[in-house]
């Protein structure tokens, strides 16, 4: 399979605990995007990567949150201090430069109780 | 900022019924559009794209036009089956090469 890999599928966690997401993009992909998904709502937009580089972050993306990519090719999401507002889908994508359609992973669901 | 309304679900229809969802977009610029879907317990898949204006994108029967006038890009089908039962984002590229997407527009067909 070459498509966009994440893990772990979902995560339940306590309050107050770390949590730690890993997306392995397509291959040649140098962009590489994360996005939160709840309930009933679109996917919104937390950070992006043009290999290692972070290029954006979002205002959702507290101090709790960090995101890294440090060979430019898998990059993790950290939640520290887990919040049951935290409970979503984590969806990662990646893409090609020059190339318009992102490619999206299946997602992480984390339930914090 | 950029931003995409589309209609809200669910949309409920029966088999070869024909389909419309609506969706408006505001940004500066032309960017690119898109319909993404999610079918259950699936993640999201492109449907379709238009890169400019009255480009019309083409997939599995489903259609939309890039409408630079009114700002839309609405999703349609002529005929839909139970297996176009899904979720349905309308999303934009902003200049910055990331998506920016509707809230979804859930589609029910019943056999």
């Known amino acids: 399979d070459t498509g966009v890999s994440q893990n772990p599928r979902h995560k339940i966690t306590k309050r107050g605990q770390n949590v730690t997401f890993r997306c392995d993009p397509i291959s040649e992909h140098n962009r590489l995007y994360w996005y939160r998904q709840t309930l009933g709502q679109g996917p919104e937009f937390l950070t992006y990567?043009?290999?290692?580089?972070?290029?954006?972050k979002s205002r959702l993306l507290s101090d709790r949150f960090s995101a890294e990519r440090p060979k430019g090719s898998f990059s993790t999401l950290e939640i520290q201090r887990t919040e049951q507002g935290d409970s979503a889908m984590y969806l990662c994508?990646?893409?090609?430069?020059?190339?318009?359609?992102?490619?999206f992973g299946e997602g992480s669901r984390l339930t914090v109780l | 900022g950029d931003s995409v309304t589309q209609m809200e679900g669910p949309v409920t229809l029966s088999e070869e019924a024909c389909l419309t969802i609506n969706c408006t977009y505001t940004a500066t610029g032309y960017p690119s559009l898109f319909w993404y879907v999610q079918y259950p317990g699936e993640g999201l898949q492109l449907l379709l794209k238009?890169?400019?204006?009255?480009d019309k994108g083409s997939n599995k029967g489903f259609e939309a036009t890039y409408r630079k006038e009114t700002t839309s890009f609405h999703l349609e089908k002529g005929s839909v089956q139970v297996s176009d039962s899904a979720v349905y984002f309308c999303?934009?590229?902003?200049?910055?090469?990331?998506?920016?997407f509707g809230s979804g527009t859930r589609l029910l067909v019943r056999p």
């Open positions: 999303a934009l590229m902003d200049s910055s090469y990331k998506l920016i």
């Open positions: 994508a990646s893409r090609l430069d020059g190339t318009g359609e992102l490619f």
């Open positions: 990567f043009q290999n290692e580089a972070q290029l954006e």
């Open positions: 238009a890169t400019k204006a009255d």
